[in-house]
């Protein structure tokens, strides 16, 4: 583990929604962040994330020390699996840090495994404040009436496009657009510029989760899957031949191209993700990118949340009191708004809103589009994540592939998906 002053240990910030299986976690056990002399207390913060993100919250805590001197933050920080990975050992060994960056797929997760504190009473006691959030995001991490999450930043899945390549092809995505018109705009980008249209969309969880909500179904309900194997073998066979067609990109090269998406590798000309992974494209590739709306079933209901990050804390630790003050900080306090920019995320409250505004195209593209999804009143409320969520979108995401490859039918990758997420929902 590395202090705040200590972040060279280069890490790769993993922008796919891929989670790890579970671990197996045991409730036994006490732990927490320590005391030391003259009443210090320290509280230990891991998160996952580069080395960009470290330098951030580094200096994020740097104020945090300075205003409150008694409480000192140790860190540490490693790429997306293996954050995973070693935070599962050490919730197994009834150890795990005081306060962890966090997603909705882990929440029933560990609270069915009494690792989460309940923030609930810190919040009672004025420890926390809950007001200020925008767009109802205080109440994304809570669980069955408990507290287990508090936002850092919003989100929303979004269509990434290379815009010189749909300017050419003549394409403007507007708001409210079909799935008819976005497969249709995709043929037409294939046939005029000779590249596949999308990289892909057939195994990313959170996207065909958007797409059921838009037919009244969702990918999960509070304690399984909302929808059929009728269902998802209609996606898949559909994908299966619009690889086939070229219409979305070759996945043997796309995979090739990893960790470079697909876009900027010039294999697609667009693709879904998170709306505040636009940054990334930019770096990566040498056109211009853009964000366009998710296409409809009726030319109105998106399906749309705002997602987040998210601070928790652990049930074992010993400073609840403090812990609570520092993730007040770190979602409150305007000057941490201004350091951590939308690296996780639009800032979830209206002060750290504020006080960043971003200045770069990329960004503002950013707050423009989470604004726009406001003001037209298309937000939902998230679908419920019940334990082995996580498991789950694994497995989407290894069949999905398996499938568009054609080493898996797409009748068999069904069947297995249903048997994987059976048992990863009913542990």
């Known amino acids: 583990m590395r202090t705040h002053g200590t972040v060279g240990r280069r890490s790769l910030l993993k922008v796919t929604g891929g989670s790890v299986a579970a671990l197996g976690l045991t409730a036994a056990g006490c732990g927490g962040g320590s005391g030391s002399g003259g009443g210090t207390v320290t509280l230990r913060y891991a998160w996952w994330g580069s080395d960009d993100r470290a330098k951030r919250i580094n200096q994020s805590i740097a104020l945090f020390e300075k205003k409150y001197p008694k409480i000192k933050i140790k860190t540490d920080f490693q790429p997306y699996a293996d954050f995973w990975k070693k935070f599962n050992t050490q919730a197994s060994g009834g150890n795990p840090p005081d306060v962890f960056q966090n997603a909705i797929g882990f929440l029933r997760k560990y609270d069915k495994k009494n690792v989460l504190l309940d923030l609930r009473a810190q919040v009672q006691a ?210 941490v708004g201004k350091i951590m920019g939308y690296d996780r995320g639009v800032p979830a409250t209206e002060a750290q809103y504020r006080a960043y505004v971003p200045t770069d195209p990329v960004g503002r593209q950013i707050a423009a589009y989470e604004k726009q999804l406001v003001e037209t009143r298309v937000l939902e409320p998230i679908t419920p994540h019940p334990a082995g969520a996580d498991v789950c979108e694994m497995a989407f995401m290894r069949l999905a592939e398996e499938m568009s490859l054609g080493t898996r039918p797409v009748a068999d990758a069904v069947k297995q998906f249903f048997t994987e997420a059976k048992t990863a929902l009913t542990a």
Not at 176 to 188: K, N
Not at 276 to 287: A, C, D, L, M, P
Not at 316 to 326: C, G, K, Q, S, Y
């Open 126 to 335: 004025g420890n926390l404040r809950l007001d200020g959030f925008r767009a109802g995001l205080e109440t994304f991490g809570e669980v069955d009436g408990k507290l287990l999450g508090v936002p850092v930043g919003s989100n929303s899945m979004a269509l990434v496009v290379d815009q010189a390549v749909f300017t050419r092809a003549r394409v403007t995505p507007k708001p409210g657009w079909t799935w008819d018109e976005y497969h249709d705009a995709l043929a037409r980008i294939k046939e005029s510029q000779g590249r596949a249209g999308d990289a892909g969309p057939y195994g990313i969880m959170y996207l065909y989760d958007l797409y059921l909500r838009q037919h009244g179904k969702a990918f999960f309900t509070t304690g399984g899957l909302g929808f059929t194997e009728a269902d998802l073998t209609d996606w898949w066979n559909k994908a299966a031949a619009r690889v086939k067609s070229g219409v979305y990109a070759d996945p043997k090269k796309t995979i090739q191209a990893k960790p470079k998406s697909a876009v900027a590798a010039e294999l697609a000309a667009c693709e879904f993700t998170w709306d505040n992974f636009t940054v990334r494209y930019t770096s990566e590739g040498k056109s211009r990118y853009g964000l366009a709306p998710i296409p409809t079933t009726d030319g109105r209901k998106t399906g749309q949340y705002l997602g987040s990050l998210m601070l928790s804390a652990s049930r074992r630790t010993r400073h609840p009191r403090e812990v609570a003050r520092f993730i007040d900080f770190m979602v409150h306090d305007p000057e």
